[in-house]
Every structure is written in C-alpha cells, then in structure tokens.
C-alpha cells in the first residue's frame, strides 16, 4: 500500500527515540501492526541526543506514544509523570504513553518474555528457573519468573554481585526464592530448569562465543531460551541444540513486546489468534531483510 493512501489528518503518530536508530525493526514490527489491526496511525524511528528535550518536544506536539530504546531506557524515567509497578522493578522504560499530566512510563520486555513462552505452551509456575547474566535484560527475566511464580529462580553471573543487586531490587516488587552465584552453581542444581540466556556474549554480527563453558547443564534443561534476536542462532543456541532441544530465539519477544507497546497506545487488546498471525509474518519479514 502506499504511504499517500492511508495518512490523513487524522493518523496518529508514534515514534522511538534512541541513539543510534538506523537498524531498528521496530517501525516495520509497528506499521505492520497498525495495518494488520487497522488503526489509522504511523510510527517513525528519531534519533535523539537529549532525552528530556525530546520528551518534553513529543509532549507538545501531542504524540501519544513513544518507545525507548538504547541509552535512554533508564534515563528517561525522570522525565515522567508515572511509572508502572513493572517498569519500577525493572528499572527501565521502554514505553511512554501521554496523559494529560504527563507521560507515563511502562516496560513491555516482560510481556514480550512472556508471550514468546506462553505461545509454546510453556509455563514458568513451580518451575525452577535459571536466568544466565545480571544486565538490563535479566531484570525483566527475573521480574517475569517471579511474578509467574517460579519455584525457584537462579540468577548466574560471572559478577555475583551485580546478581544480587537484581535480586534485591526485584524482591521490592515481586516475591519468591531467588538463588544468586556463578557458572559453577549450574553444577549444583538436581532439578529439571528452564533457562533463560540474557548476557551479550552472543550478540552481534559474526559473533559465535558463549557464556556457558560447560554445556553439560543442557542435560537438565527442558526449555531453553537465549533473548538475542541478532544473530537469530548463537553459539550457545547451538549447543543446546546439540542436546536436542529446540532454542527459541529473542525475535518472538521483540515483536511481541511491540505489541504490548501498541496495546498500550492504543487502548485496545490484540486477540491471540491475530497476534501469533503477525509474529509469523514479522518474523519473515525480518529473516528477508537479513
Ligand atoms: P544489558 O544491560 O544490555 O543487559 P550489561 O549490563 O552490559 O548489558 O550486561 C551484560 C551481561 O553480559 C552481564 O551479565 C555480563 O556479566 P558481568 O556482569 O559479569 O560483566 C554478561 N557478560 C558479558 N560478557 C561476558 C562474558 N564474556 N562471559 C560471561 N558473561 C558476560
């Protein structure tokens, strides 16, 4: 379809602001969206280098949604009006949505993380869950075991404290057993796991490392999931594979944290069937333009 067809007067326009932007999914993921469901409305990728003008420029204009990415999940928060109980527990936002007070700031990683289990049938209640790494991105995947109700939850960090600092921020909002310690703790665990990988270590372009030296934990894990999208295989992926499972890679939770981001916008729930429909689509749409 083209552009002058469908924008008007009326078309609503949203936008991601971060820093760089050039490579972002997140307007095909969002256009898509908005197509798909049939909201009049536009989403646009801005590069940004000061968050609190850009918000406070955004807010004027009477833009009605934003997503935040990378540097400015952390420092947009106090330029704000509210934050929800999530984004609180995460430390981070990466969804604004305008309020006739201000913006209010969520954090749709979660949802995204949800989703991507929950389509496979998988459930994190009364598992044992083990999160691998202590950055941004673990946050989200501890707050999710939690707030799932995991039976236990690991976090595994080369830097134990910084796995403790998760723990302790997160404990403020969600409750649950939470077991911090190094790579050599995988060797202790007498249960079956699922296992969440949230450390850069495979990230980037012709990349192939990974941060599990020994792969013999993969013997007791059922489900494996590494957060990375980029590339959509890495090392680690690959070694689980090895141990026949079936990783799940971070694309289904870009897109589905997107939506959540829509949904949020736009006041409106995207039913399941429909979601699950545009996760097939946009995950094709990405491996072409790889
Ligand atoms: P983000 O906020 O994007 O998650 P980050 O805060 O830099 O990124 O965190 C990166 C994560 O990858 C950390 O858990 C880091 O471990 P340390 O806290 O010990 O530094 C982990 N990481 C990075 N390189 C690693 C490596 N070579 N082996 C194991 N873990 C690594």
Same mark, same amino acid.
């Given at each position: 379809m083209d552009i002058a067809d469908h924008i008007n007067g009326k078309t609503k326009t949203f936008m991601l602001f971060g820093n760089p932007v050039e490579h972002s999914f997140s307007p095909v993921l969002q256009n898509t969206i908005a197509k798909t469901v049939g909201i009049n409305s536009v989403y646009t990728a801005v590069k940004v280098d000061d968050i609190g003008e850009a918000v406070k420029g955004a807010y004027a204009l009477g833009i009605k949604g934003i997503n935040v990415t990378v540097p400015y999940k952390q420092e947009v928060? =106090?330029?704000?009006c509210g934050i929800d109980k999530t984004a609180q527990a995460i430390g981070a936002v990466n969804t604004l949505k305008y309020t006739d007070k201000g913006y209010y700031g969520y954090n749709t990683d979660i949802f995204g993380l949800r989703l991507s289990l929950k389509t496979r049938g998988? !459930?994190? =209640?009364?598992k044992t869950v083990v999160i691998l790494g202590a950055g941004g991105a673990a946050k989200a995947a501890v707050a999710l075991s939690l707030s799932e109700g995991a039976k236990i939850t690991y976090i595994i960090n080369r830097t134990v404290e910084k796995a403790q600092a998760i723990k302790e921020s997160v404990l403020k909002y969600f409750e649950g057993e939470v077991i911090c310690g190094d !790579? *050599?703790?995988? *060797?202790?665990i007498d249960r079956e796991i699922i296992m969440i990988q949230t450390t850069s270590v495979g990230m980037g372009e012709g990349v192939w490392e990974s941060p599990l030296k020994n792969t013999e934990v993969f013997k007791k894990t059922r489900v494996f999931m590494d957060i990375v999208y980029n590339p959509l295989k890495t090392k680690i992926m690959a070694d689980a594979e090895s141990y026949g499972l079936v990783p799940i890679n971070g694309l289904d939770m870009l897109i589905y944290q997107g939506m959540a981001s829509f949904e949020i916008w736009n006041d409106m729930e995207i039913d399941i069937v429909t979601k699950v429909d545009l996760r097939d689509m946009l995950v094709s749409f990405y491996e072409r333009g790889r």
């Open positions: 928060m =106090k330029h704000l998988i !459930y994190l =209640k009364n !790579y *050599d703790v995988l *060797d202790s």
